[in-house]
Structure formats: C-alpha cells, structure tokens
C-alpha cells in the first residue's frame, strides 16, 4: 500500500518541481487582449459620405401590387389563337407507338432505305430492335413525329410543354450518332 502512495507523491513532486512558477508571458497577454478590448466604436453615421447640400434619397415605392402572382399559372395564351394561328397541342387520343416509348436519347438511327415513293430511315430501340419509320411517324416521350427522312438524318419536332402551354422543339438525329438540338 506504500508504494503507490510514495509513487504518486513523487510524481506530483516531480510535475511541481519542473515549473518555474512564473507566468509573466501570460500576464502581460492577458492585459494586452484586456487593453485592446476596451476600446468602444462608434457607429458610423449614415449620411456622413452626403454632402450637406444633397437631397435626400426617394422613397422605394412597390409597384408590383397589380402583377400577376408567380406561383399561379399564366394565363392561356388568346392571343394566339384571336390572330387565326392554331394552337400548337399534341393529340392525346391518338394510340402511341413502340419508339414513343423511350426518350430520344435512347433511340440511335441506324439506317435508311430508299424507294420509288418514299425514304424510310432505320431506327434502333434500346432492346436492340430495328424499327422502319417515314415522315409523319412518331418517336420520342415527347410527341416527337418525324418532317424529313434524308440520307444523313432524321427531322423532326416535338411538342413540349412551355409556361404557356404547348410549343414545337424542332430536332435533329444524326445517322449513327446522337440526337442533336436545331435551335
């Protein structure tokens, strides 16, 4: 029982003696931060950059009382349809088909075929599947139907919502590449 006590009183002996028992350092950055923390600031004045002879600033008036609110929808677009331009509206009762699908990013074309009559491109679906489509054909998740087939590509434009409604996206798809943007 005596060698720990004796251990432990001579290790706190030991600790006790290493320090100098001097701590100016400390104090003299104690009363430095002290000195330096007691001066007071005033605040600045708000018109002290104005000269005298300035006039003071107009009001702010909101003007934006009669605006319509941004978390209503617009309201449709009569204006359009008052001149005699149709609406541009995709037809929803139609029945879709297979290439209306998948998304034209998916969607590669292939090839194309010529005929007496009419030129046919050659469509690949992500399954790997071949499909033949002409003008007026649709493709794409947004009522995408094609304008032209011709020997570097396929036009098209789809009809996609706007904060008006609808409006056409007119697109490119390369053969053998990807789908590109006219607009």
Excluded at 34 to 62: G, I, M
């Amino acid at each position: 029982m005596k060698r720990p006590a004796l251990l432990t009183m001579a290790i706190l002996l030991g600790a006790t003696a290493c320090s100098d028992g001097g701590h100016a350092d400390l104090e003299a950055f104690v009363e430095e931060t002290t000195r330096k923390a007691v001066q007071t600031y005033r605040p600045a004045d708000a018109n002290a950059d104005l000269p005298a002879s300035a006039p003071s600033p107009e009001p702010f008036v909101y003007a934006a009382g009669e605006l319509r609110s941004p978390f209503k929808p617009p309201p449709a677009p009569a204006s359009i349809a008052a001149v005699g331009q149709p609406l541009v509206a995709p037809d929803l009762e139609r029945v879709k088909g297979h290439l209306e699908r998948f998304p034209l990013a998916q969607l590669r074309l292939v090839g194309n075929l010529s005929g007496r009559r009419a030129q046919v491109a050659l469509v690949q679906d992500p399954d790997g599947r071949i499909h033949p489509v002409g003008v007026g054909d649709y493709m794409g998740n947004d009522f995408g139907r094609i304008r032209a087939v011709g020997d570097v590509g396929i036009e098209m434009v789809e009809i996609i919502r706007d904060a008006g409604g609808w409006t056409e996206r007119a697109r490119f798809i390369p053969l053998g590449g990807e789908e590109g943007n006219d607009e």
